[in-house]
């Protein structure tokens, strides 16, 4: 029988971004609020209501700044596409967003049978956030996911 490790839940997200005050202004948005800067490193901790911490690694210094290269280009290469964060509202979460001129690039959109509807952003550096909630009533605008 092979052993396995027994993981208890996500600590945190490390996501690497270019611009760490412009970061942190969108995931403010998002309620995270910077718990400290790492001592000697390019990291910053920020952390919601909820316990949920991010680390902004704010040392990106390559690639297309107007593209993700895990999302936006025609090769699929291996790696993390995206993160998907449970919210308490989705027409809530919608206004917010409006609220804040963050687009909205894809949704709101249904999943399975469970009730669980989705918008997905992108960061300042493109990095694809989902925001799923469920049972949320009815929403404007749902469409069914189609891969």
């Known amino acids: 029988m092979t052993q396995t490790i027994a993981i208890e839940r996500v600590d945190h997200i490390g996501i690497r971004v270019r611009n760490l005050d412009t970061a942190l202004a969108f995931y403010r948005v998002l309620g995270f609020a910077l718990l400290r800067r790492a001592a000697g490193?390019?990291?910053?901790?920020?952390?919601?209501?909820?316990?949920?911490?991010?680390?902004?690694?704010?040392?990106?210094?390559?690639?297309?700044?107007?593209?993700?290269?895990?999302?936006?280009?025609?090769?699929?290469?291996?790696?993390?596409?995206?993160?998907?964060?449970?919210?308490?509202?989705?027409?809530?979460?919608?206004?917010?967003?409006?609220?804040?001129?963050i687009a909205i690039t894809q949704g709101p959109v249904s999943f399975g049978e469970g009730g669980h509807v989705s918008v997905f952003v992108r960061d300042p550096d493109r990095n694809v956030i989902e925001l799923r909630g469920r049972d949320q009533g009815a929403i404007d605008g749902v469409i069914r996911y189609e891969p």
């Open 41 to 101: 490193d390019d990291v910053a901790i920020i952390r919601n209501d909820h316990d949920v911490e991010l680390n902004l690694v704010f040392n990106a210094d390559a690639g297309d700044p107007a593209g993700n290269i895990l999302m936006d280009v025609p090769d699929k290469l291996p790696g993390y596409t995206h993160i998907a964060l449970r919210v308490t509202s989705i027409p809530a979460t919608i206004a917010a967003l409006q609220a804040n001129d």
